[in-house]
Nanobody, 123 residues
Framework: QVQLVESGGGSVPAGGSLRLTCSAS????????LAWFRQPPGQDRELVAL??????????ADSVKGRFSISRGDAKNKNTIYLQMNELKPEDTAAYYC??????????????WGQGTQVTVSS
């Protein structure tokens, strides 16, 4: 059964940093492009960043460009992706989720959502 597990969230002041981790079970993390999404309180879930299978292609939402960085684990952790979040702003407050997506130009999520990890940024 496919499973996505997110961790690393927390509460930080504006300007702070956090590093999120996502572990994808089975072949999901190796076979597909992976992505981070977030869902602010009372809003729809949105795509934050994606990374190709090889890790050579990344893309970001305009709101996080220059502040967030997505990466893949090394050879021993191929099913793992990370999201380094710097210069956090109160508007980054959200539940963060990872998922595999259909393709770089088709970011529809593939697997059931995990529990997510909460990020709260205070002003």
């Amino acid at each position: 059964q496919v499973q996505l597990v997110e961790s690393g969230g927390g509460s930080v002041p504006a300007g702070g940093s956090l590093r999120l981790t996502c572990s994808a079970s089975g072949e999901l993390g190796i076979t597909y492009t992976l992505a981070w999404f977030r869902q602010p309180p009372g809003q729809d879930r949105e795509l934050v960043a994606l990374i190709s299978r090889s890790g050579s292609i990344t893309d970001y939402a305009d709101s996080v460009k220059g502040r967030f960085s997505i990466s893949r684990g090394d050879a021993k952790n191929k099913n793992t992706i990370y999201l380094q979040m710097n210069e956090l702003k109160p508007e980054d407050t959200a539940a963060y989720y990872c998922n595999a997506i259909e393709a770089i130009r088709d970011p529809r999520p593939i697997a059931p959502w995990g529990q997510g990890t909460q990020v709260t940024v205070s002003s």
